[in-house]
């Protein structure tokens, strides 16, 4: 990690790990759906709504980043 991100040391860089793994496992589940939510998920009004495991995880693994580094 420090290879790509230099100013990601120690702390901050167990801290970035951290958030990642939370954020990885809490959008996995959340992608994982049952038929039920499958069904609601195709309805106009929560299409939206619809989690997107790469976009989401990739968006908050970037403001993780931005967040860590601005500290």
Not at 5 to 27: D, I, R, S, V
Not at 28 to 51: C, G, H, M, R
């Amino acid at each position: 990690m420090s290879r790509i991100y230099p100013w990601f040391l120690g702390e901050k860089a167990f801290k970035l790990l951290t958030l990642t793994h939370a954020a990885t496992t809490n959008y996995w589940s959340a992608a994982t759906q049952n038929d039920v939510l499958k069904k609601i998920y195709q309805q106009d009004e929560f299409k939206k709504l619809k989690p997107n495991f790469e976009k989401d995880l990739s968006t908050s693994i970037e403001r993780f980043i931005k967040g860590l580094k601005a500290s």
